[in-house]
C-alpha cells in the first residue's frame, strides 16, 4: 500500500535560517506529491504539489522536487519567518485511488 | 467561493450524548472525506464517499456513522459520544478524476466528550 514519511519535529529554527523538512514515500505507479500546511486554529491548505518526477513545486518561497530515483519530496526554504510556524504535512495521491496519504505531519517553530 | 464549510466550529457533548457534524461544499467535488486530528496522530481517515451515492470506512470508523446527503453535503454522526472521540475534525473534498487534484479542507470542528 501507500505510506508517506515525515521528519518527526518539532523542528525548532530562528528566524531567517534555512529549513528542510524531509519526506519520502511509497507508492504503486506515479503518484503525484503535496505538501500542506496547516496553521494554529484552522484546517490544512495546499502550498505546493508536483505531478511527475523532477517537477519542482514551489509557492511563497517554499520548494519541493519531485524525486522518483529516491522516493523523495523534501520541503525546502531558505529564509524562515516567524508567520511560518504551523505544521506542514506531506501526502502523495496515486491514479486510481480516491483516498489521499497523509505523512504525520511535522511542527515548526519559528523564533524571533 | 466558501470552499468547505464545517458546523459547528466548537462542540461540548456529555458522554452518550448524540450529535451530528455537518459538512458542505461549493465546489462541484465529487469526493469527501471525514478525518480526525489528534496530537502526535496526524490526519487519521474515519469514512470517505467517492462520489454521490457511496461512503466506505476509513481507517477509524468504529462509533461513527456518515451520510452523503447530495453531492454538496457529507455529514459525520455520533451515537453515543465517549471521551475518546474527543478530537479535532476535518471535512475535505476533492474532484475525483485525477491523482493531481489537491484536497480542500474545512476548518474543523473542536470536539470535548466529557
Known amino acids: 500500500g501507500n505510506s508517506v514519511t515525515q521528519m518527526e519535529g518539532p523542528v525548532t529554527l530562528s528566524e531567517e535560517a534555512f529549513l528542510t523538512i524531509n519526506c519520502t514515500y511509497t507508492?504503486?505507479?506515479?503518484?503525484?506529491l503535496f505538501w500542506y500546511v496547516q496553521y494554529p486554529g484552522e484546517g490544512l491548505q495546499l502550498l505546493l504539489k508536483a505531478t511527475k518526477a523532477d517537477d519542482k513545486g514551489s509557492n511563497k518561497g517554499f520548494e519541493a522536487t519531485y524525486r522518483k530515483e529516491t522516493t523523495s519530496f523534501h520541503l525546502e526554504k531558505g529564509s524562515v519567518q516567524v508567520s511560518d510556524s504551523a505544521v506542514y504535512f506531506c501526502?502523495?495521491?496515486?491514479?486510481?485511488?480516491?483516498?489521499?496519504?497523509f505523512g504525520r505531519g511535522t511542527s515548526l517553530i519559528v523564533h524571533p | 467561493n466558501a470552499g468547505v464549510t464545517q458546523t459547528p466550529k466548537f462542540q461540548v457533548l456529555k458522554t452518550g450524548q448524540s450529535m451530528t457534524l455537518q459538512c458542505a461544499q461549493d465546489m462541484n467535488h465529487n469526493s469527501m472525506y471525514w478525518y480526525r486530528q489528534d496530537p502526535g496522530m496526524g490526519l487519521r481517515l474515519i469514512y470517505y464517499s467517492a462520489s454521490e451515492g457511496t461512503t466506505d470506512k476509513g481507517e477509524v470508523p468504529n462509533g461513527y456513522n456518515v451520510s452523503r446527503l447530495n453531492k454538496r453535503e457529507f455529514s459525520l454522526r455520533l451515537e453515543s459520544a465517549a471521551p475518546s472521540q474527543t478530537s479535532v475534525y476535518f471535512c475535505?473534498?476533492?474532484?475525483?478524476?485525477?491523482?493531481?487534484?489537491?484536497?480542500?479542507f474545512g476548518q474543523g470542528t473542536r470536539l470535548t466528550v466529557v
Open positions: 475535505a473534498s476533492r474532484p475525483s478524476t485525477g491523482s493531481n487534484t489537491e484536497a480542500f
Open positions: 501526502a502523495l495521491m496515486s491514479g486510481g485511488s480516491y483516498i489521499p496519504t
Open positions: 507508492a504503486t505507479g506515479y503518484p503525484s
